[in-house]
Nanobody
Framework: QAQLVESGGGLVQPGGSLTLSCVAS????????MAWFRQTPEREREFEFV??????????FYADSVKGRFTISRDSSKRTLYLQMNSLKPEDTAVYYC???????????????????WGQGIQVTVSS
């Protein structure tokens, strides 16, 4: 059973909106942080940090490139992570991954490798 399953991706026009979901029902640990990363076509070997949330109190942190346009949130009762994306730009085109990590797994939470689990990824394409 997959630990994290993303959904909600697709094709959207520039300026449009999209909401990604990540169900963590298969997670084998209690998340301390959950986050979104993305992999763009131009940088296939890099996983760019997008946003993260501290599961216990909802404290959020965003990359400068998405600040003011994207909103990360979680529903603890549904064990689901969300990413509301507004004012989308062509450069937001990427495969988006959600990730989760328990308390104490890593001293940092800036890279995908700092997280204990991540999903299979979902494509978001912003194009007219």
């Amino acid at each position: 059973q997959a630990q994290l399953v993303e959904s909600g991706g697709g094709l959207v026009q520039p300026g449009g909106s999209l909401t990604l979901s990540c169900v963590a029902s298969g997670l084998t640990f209690s998340p301390y942080f959950m986050a979104w990363f993305r992999q763009t076509p131009e940088r296939e070997r890099e996983f760019e940090f997008v946003a993260r949330v501290r599961w216990s109190d909802g404290t959020t942190f965003y990359a400068d490139s998405v600040k003011g346009r994207f909103t990360i949130s979680r529903d603890s009762s549904k064990r689901t992570l969300y990413l509301q994306m507004n004012s989308l730009k062509p450069e937001d085109t990427a495969v988006y991954y959600c990730a989760a990590t328990p308390f104490g797994y890593s001293a940092n939470v800036d890279r995908l490798g700092d997280f204990a689990a991540w999903g299979q990824g979902i494509q978001v394409t912003v194009s007219s």
